[in-house]
Nanobody, 124 residues
Framework: QVQLVESGGGLVQAGDSLRLSCAAS????????MGWFRRAPGKEREFVTA????????YYADSVKGRFTISRDNAKNTVYLQMNSLKPEDTAVYYC?????????????????WGQGTQVTVSS
């Protein structure tokens, strides 16, 4: 069993920054790929970014490329999402997810554990 707990969400203005954290426990975190997904009101869940087990490979949705950065600290069992230049369209519940294949993936199906989500609201 894996537990993922996100934190760091909140209400910010357009152009501001936020850093989300996802603390993992219950499995060898350092072997898991990790992903961030989000669900905006009335929309489907969508891929945001992912990172391989080593941190050597990262992947981003076009909508966040250049503004968001994913990173991980395997010693702390934590993955981070630094979000800069936030836009109102970034408003969503953000979820972290664990991928036991370890490579990092934009496919939600391969992620077998999910956090409860953290709300990010960006006002214009």
């Amino acid at each position: 069993q894996v537990q993922l707990v996100e934190s760091g969400g909140g209400l910010v203005q357009a152009g501001d920054s936020l850093r989300l954290s996802c603390a993992a426990s219950g499995r060898t975190f350092s072997r898991d790929g990790m992903g961030w997904f989000r669900r905006a009101p009335g929309k489907e869940r969508e891929f945001v970014t992912a990172i391989s087990w080593s941190g050597g490979s990262t992947y981003y949705a076009d909508s966040v490329k250049g503004r968001f950065t994913i990173s991980r600290d395997n010693a702390k069992n934590t993955v981070y999402l630094q979000m800069n230049s936030l836009k109102p369209e970034d408003t969503a519940v953000y979820y972290c997810a664990a991928d036991r294949h370890g490579t990092g993936s934009n496919n939600a199906v391969v992620h077998d554990y999910w956090g409860q989500g953290t709300q990010v609201t960006v006002s214009s």
